[in-house]
């Protein structure tokens, strides 16, 4: 399983971007698959998911602002943030998997930086 992560870049507050997650590679349709993102000297956190179950969650802080989706034809899923935020800066990492079963993977990682 791959997963290639498009998509960051520059932009202002208050502005809008998309990330990509290219998904090649089998995996169960109840694995978990989303969004986590990184700050400097900080873990991982979570920005949204799509469980197994099919809920979505969305960090508190972004709720109202970014909207995950998937795209099933073309194994990609996305995350659409707007409204960011300086806070936002951050490297966004795609995710897939079951932390139960062991068996995550990850993408490579996209910056994503929101000036004032």
């Known amino acids: 399983v791959q997963l290639q992560a498009s998509g960051g870049g520059l932009v202002q507050v208050g502005g809008s971007l998309r990330l990509s997650c290219a998904v090649s590679?089998?995996?169960?349709?109840?694995?978990?698959m989303g969004w986590y993102r990184q700050y400097p000297g900080k873990q991982r956190e979570l920005a949204a998911v799509l469980r197994g179950d099919g809920k979505i969650v969305y960090a508190d802080s972004v709720k109202g602002r970014f909207t995950l989706s998937k795209d099933n034809a073309n194994d990609t899923m996305y995350l659409q943030m707007s409204a960011l935020e300086v806070d936002d800066t951050a490297v966004y990492y795609c995710?897939?998997?079951?932390?139960?079963?062991?068996?995550?993977?990850w993408g490579q990682g996209t910056q994503v930086t929101v000036s004032s």
């Open positions: 995710y897939v998997g079951s932390r139960v079963l062991r068996d995550e993977y």
């Open positions: 590679g089998r995996i169960s349709n109840n694995y978990a």
